[in-house]
T-cell receptor, first 114, second 112 residues
C-alpha cells in the first residue's frame, strides 16, 4: 500500500514563528500536494509539485512556501505563522496527473497558531 | 468561485436506509469525478469514481450516478451502516489537468 506520512499529528505554534510541515511518500509518486481543510470550505489546494524542485501555486498560496528537494519529500513552510493559518493540513501524492490516478492522503497535521 | 459544490453540509440517516449525497459542478471541462470519505483525525480515503463516459458506477453498497447535462452527481449508499458516518468529499478533474478540485464536504451521520 502507498503510504503518505506527515511528521506531526498535532502542532501548536506562536504567531510569527516559522513552521515546517513535512510529508514523505514511499511509492515513487511524481506528484505531491498540500491542502488545508476548514469547516464549510472543504479542501483547498495550497501548492503542488509534479517533479523534484518544481512547484506550482494552488488556490490559496499566500503566506506559504514549499520545498521539494527529493522526490519522496514535500515540505510546506509557513514563513510567519498567523492565527488564520490554524487549520488541518493534508498532504497527498499521486502517481500521475488527472482524476483516474486519484490521490493518496496522509493522516493530516492539526496546526494551531496562538 | 466554487467549481464543485456540495450544498448539504450534513445529512442524518437511519441505519439500513439509503443515504444520498449530492454534488454539483460548474466546469464543463471536468471529465472524471471521485468521492472520498474522511473520518476525524484521518486523511481522506478514496471511495468510488466515475468517468464522464459513464452515467453509473457501482461498488458494493456504493453507487455513483452522473448526470452530465445537469452537471450533477450523487453517491448512494445502500444500506447505510453506522460505520459510514464520516465526511464525504466530492472531487473532479479536467482532462489533462493535474489536480483535483474538491467540494466543501457533507457530514453523514448514520443512526443505529
Amino acid at each position: 500500500d502507498v503510504k503518505v506520512t506527515q511528521s506531526s499529528r498535532y502542532l501548536v505554534k506562536r504567531t510569527g514563528e516559522k513552521v515546517f510541515l513535512e510529508c514523505v511518500q514511499d511509492m515513487d509518486h511524481e506528484n505531491m500536494f498540500w491542502y488545508r481543510q476548514d469547516p464549510g470550505l472543504g479542501l483547498r489546494l495550497i501548492y503542488f509539485s509534479y517533479d523534484v524542485k518544481m512547484k506550482e501555486k494552488g488556490d490559496i498560496p499566500e503566506g506559504y512556501s514549499v520545498s521539494r528537494e527529493k522526490k519522496e519529500r514535500f515540505s510546506l513552510i509557513l514563513e510567519s505563522a498567523s492565527t488564520n493559518q490554524t487549520s488541518m493540513y493534508l498532504c497527498a501524492s499521486s502517481l500521475g496527473t488527472g482524476g483516474p490516478y486519484g490521490y493518496t492522503f496522509g493522516s493530516g497535521t492539526r496546526l494551531t497558531v496562538v | 468561485d466554487q467549481q464543485v459544490k456540495q450544498n448539504s453540509p450534513s445529512l442524518s440517516v437511519q441505519e439500513g436506509r439509503i443515504s444520498i449525497l449530492n454534488c454539483d459542478y460548474t466546469n464543463s471541462m471536468f471529465d472524471y469525478f471521485l468521492w472520498y470519505k474522511k473520518y476525524p483525525a484521518e486523511g481522506p480515503t478514496f471511495l468510488i469514481s466515475i468517468s464522464s463516459i459513464k452515467d453509473k458506477n457501482e461498488d458494493g453498497r456504493f453507487t455513483v450516478f452522473l448526470n452530465k447535462s445537469a452537471k450533477h452527481l450523487s453517491l448512494h449508499i445502500v444500506p447505510s451502516q453506522p460505520g459510514d458516518s464520516a465526511v464525504y468529499f466530492c472531487a473532479a478533474s479536467a482532462f489533462g489537468g493535474n489536480k483535483l478540485v474538491f467540494g466543501a464536504g457533507t457530514i453523514l451521520r448514520v443512526k443505529s
